[in-house]
């Protein structure tokens, strides 16, 4: 089992859609969780980082995370065609505090 | 904030052929730096990563080396590329004692044949 679950999609929704993007994970240990975009063929960009439980909205964006289920959301409002990319969750914590562990990504084509 | 360089931006290589990426950061010292590879439509997948001069962890056995002959900068090395090198190298940075979150630079996309 990998230690992060992420739906690869793709996931096609019209624009103005609500979007939720999910993770799952395994490791309780884990606190800091961010989710990243990526434009095909472009490095990641950071787009949210949370640390520990709780809510944290910028703009369209909000990022949720539940640690007594480990599980975390990343909410789109108002979709737009430019959000259309891949969507990384990614998180660390405990031993691995050096390094991210990454889901393999949701792929996200906003239609016009 | 970071700025994270990389380059080539593409490369071909053939099977056999050496190879040097770099990764050059600007705005922070003393970064924690990590080299990625990302295989189309995957995953990334964790290389190498250093806490600082001269202190490289590999993360999987494989025929790349990794090196970092100064603060800020980061090197992916190999003697004979093989064809399942090909990939997009992504180097990314962490600024040692703050949050855990990584910067990544534009990436380099390695085709070899």
């Known amino acids: 089992q990998k230690e992060v679950e992420q739906d690869p999609g793709p996931l096609s929704v019209p624009e103005g859609a609500i979007v939720s993007l999910n993770c799952t994970y395994s490791?309780?240990?884990?606190?800091?969780f961010m989710w990243y975009r990526q434009y095909s063929r472009k490095g990641p960009e950071l787009l949210m980082y949370t640390y520990s439980s709780g809510n944290k909205e910028d703009g369209r964006f909000t990022a949720q995370v539940d640690k007594s289920s480990k599980y975390i959301s990343l909410f789109i409002r108002d979709s737009q065609p430019s959000d259309s990319a891949t969507y990384l969750c990614?998180?660390?914590?405990?031993?691995?505090?050096?390094?991210?562990?990454f889901g393999s990504g949701t792929r996200l084509l906003v239609r016009p | 904030s970071q700025t994270i360089h990389q380059w080539p931006a593409t490369l071909v290589q053939p099977v056999g052929s050496p190879l040097s990426l770099e990764c050059t950061v600007e705005?922070?010292?003393?970064?924690?730096l990590y080299w990625y590879r990302q295989a189309a439509g995957r995953g990334l997948q964790l290389l190498f990563y250093?806490?600082?001069?001269?202190?490289i962890s590999s993360e999987v056995p494989q025929n790349l080396s990794a090196s970092r002959p100064q603060d800020r900068q980061f090197i992916l090395s190999s003697k004979k590329l093989l064809l399942s090198d090909s990939g997009f190298y992504l180097c990314?940075?962490?600024?040692?004692?703050?949050?855990?979150?990584?910067?990544f630079g534009p990436g380099t996309r390695l085709t070899v044949l």
């Open positions: 250093s806490v600082g001069i001269g202190q």
């Open positions: 490791n309780s240990a884990f606190q800091y």
């Open positions: 990314a940075s962490r600024t040692a004692g703050a949050s855990d979150t990584q910067y």
């Open positions: 990614a998180m660390s914590g405990g031993d691995s505090s050096y390094k991210l562990i």
């Open positions: 705005g922070t010292s003393n970064p924690n």
